[in-house]
């Protein structure tokens, strides 16, 4: 497993943004993809989104469609969610994740993934 490690949570008001980040230990990265869900105490984790490593391609779960963004600095071994538009709903504990090895097909689920962050806090609440 690679080590992971979610940073940026915090509070903010409906409509604001907000930037996670997501360190990877795993000097030469080589998983197929990297993607973020998100958890409240209710439900199950949920999918954010997703990007190939490599190449860049980018998946997104409905409910994020058109605010959130998902990139990663690949010199920097960083994995990044710009959220923005935020919604009291889209309060949760958001995780970052890594498919295992071997794998190389981003569903919209936790399948696959392996490694996983200890998550950050995110608070939209007026």
């Known amino acids: 497993q690679v080590r992971l490690v979610e940073s940026g949570g915090g509070k903010v008001q409906p409509g604001d943004s907000l930037r996670l980040s997501c360190g990877i230990s795993?000097?030469?990265?080589?998983?197929?993809?990297l993607g973020w869900f998100r958890q409240t105490p209710r439900q199950e984790r949920e999918f954010v989104a997703a990007i190939a490593w490599t190449g860049g391609g980018t998946y997104y779960g409905d409910s994020v469609k058109g605010r959130f963004t998902i990139s990663r600095d690949k010199a920097k071994n960083t994995l990044y969610l710009q959220m923005s538009s935020l919604k009291p709903e889209d309060t949760a504990v958001y995780y970052c994740?890594?498919?295992?090895?071997?794998?190389?097909?981003?569903?919209?689920?936790?399948?696959?993934?392996?490694?996983w962050g200890q998550g950050t806090q995110v608070i939209v609440s007026s």
């Open positions: 994740a890594a498919l295992a090895p071997g794998i190389g097909v981003v569903t919209a689920t936790t399948r696959g993934f392996d490694s």
């Open positions: 795993e000097r030469t990265f080589s998983r197929y993809a």
